[in-house]
């Protein structure tokens, strides 16, 4: 009963059914991260308790994307005067803990690559 009033609702209300659908597609990579780091915890670590090992695997699962609600006093401050401060820290931060893994400099790599060959095609055809 309450899941067809819940349907019948965002129906009604657009602007529910769309925060849904991006909440949804928002939360997609984190969840993924979090049954992948569920499956290599549990492996590297078989006698940690069950309660451990979810809150591990969230944390990690909340730093694999920009988290909003992560961040100092000085960029939370920073980040009424300059917009998206957080968000770009965060994106550097997040992409060179990736690269200083040993999988993420192979990655790394290949993705200059791949940019220097997208700026050059770009240069071409502007």
Do not use: C
Not at 73 to 99: D, W
Request: net charge positive.
């Amino acid at each position: 009963m309450d899941k067809a009033f819940s349907v019948a609702k965002q129906v009604v209300n657009p602007i529910s059914l769309f925060k849904g659908v991006s909440r949804s597609i928002e939360m997609a990579p984190r969840m993924g991260q979090f049954m992948k780091n569920l499956e290599g915890i549990r492996k590297q670590s078989p006698g940690m308790p069950n309660e451990q090992v979810m809150m591990k695997a969230a944390l990690l699962a909340r730093r694999s994307t920009v988290d909003f609600h992560r961040a100092g006093n000085f960029v939370k401050t920073a980040n009424y005067f300059v917009p998206f401060l957080n968000a770009r820290v965060q994106s550097v931060m997040n992409t060179l803990e990736a690269l200083s893994t040993k999988g993420g400099i192979r990655e790394g790599k290949s993705s200059i690559f791949v940019s220097r060959a997208t700026l050059g095609l770009w240069r071409r055809l502007g």
